[in-house]
C-alpha cells in the first residue's frame, strides 16, 4: 500500500516519499535515523495541520517519528498519548527496542484495536497466527536469525502494522 496515494496532507506525503512512500520495510530492533531530511521536516511537524480530521493526530506523528527509525522521537510522542493507539506505539518502540517485556505490557494495556482483524487477516495469509502478544514472539525469534524466512515474514508483517495503525491514527479511509 503505497500511502502516497491517499487522502493525506501533502506535506506528509512528501515526507513518506523521501523513503519509499510508507511501504519501507523499518528494521526489527532501533538503529540510527534513516533520513536527516525527514527529521528536519518532523522537527517542523504540527499535528492539527498535518492531520486537522484524524482520529489520533498525535499518534500519527508518533507514527511518522517511527517509520523514519527515531525511536526516542517517536516514544516521547506515544508515551504522552493516554490513549489505546499511544499504548500501541508505545508497545512498537519497545517491541523495536527490544525490551519485549514492556513492549507486551504496553500490548496489553490497547486492548482490542480495530487494526487486529486485518492483522490477523494478513498473518493468516503468510501462514502465521497473530495476536500482539504472539508477535512480539515471533519477531524475538525473527532478529536471533537475520536473513531467514522468519525475519523476513516479521518485517512483512511489521510494515503491514505500521501501515494499518498509521492509517487509523491519520483517518485514512481505504
Not at 5 to 21: F, I, N, Y
Not at 64 to 90: D, I, K, M, R
Not at 117 to 137: C, H, Y
Not at 155 to 162: K, P
Amino acid at each position: 500500500m503505497a500511502l502516497g496515494e491517499t487522502k493525506l496532507h501533502p506535506d506528509v506525503v512528501a515526507l513518506l516519499a523521501l523513503e519509499e512512500a510508507g511501504t519501507r520495510l523499518m528494521p526489527l530492533v532501533c538503529g540510527a535515523p534513516v533520513n536527516a531530511e525527514a527529521v528536519r521536516r518532523l522537527k517542523l511537524a504540527r499535528a492539527d495541520v498535518w492531520f486537522p480530521a484524524a482520529r489520533s493526530p498525535e499518534g500519527a506523528v508518533a507514527a511518522l517519528w517511527l517509520y523514519f527509525s527515531c525511536f526516542a522521537e517517536s516514544h516521547a510522542v506515544a508515551q504522552e498519548l493516554p490513549t489505546a493507539e499511544g499504548s500501541y506505539w508505545h508497545g512498537i518502540v519497545h517491541r523495536m527496542e527490544p525490551d519485549d517485556w514492556n513492549s507486551a505490557y504496553w500490548m496489553r494495556r490497547v486492548g482490542g484495536h480495530p487494526v487486529h482483524e486485518p492483522m490477523r487477516k494478513n498473518a493468516a495469509a503468510l501462514g502465521l497466527d497473530w495476536t500482539p502478544v504472539s508477535f512480539i514472539q515471533y519477531c524475538a525469534g525473527a532478529r536471533k536469525a537475520p536473513g531467514s524466512e522468519a525475519e523476513r515474514l516479521a518485517l512483512e508483517l511489521q510494515r503491514a502494522e505500521w501501515q494499518l495503525l498509521f492509517s487509523w491514527c491519520a483517518g485514512v479511509r481505504r
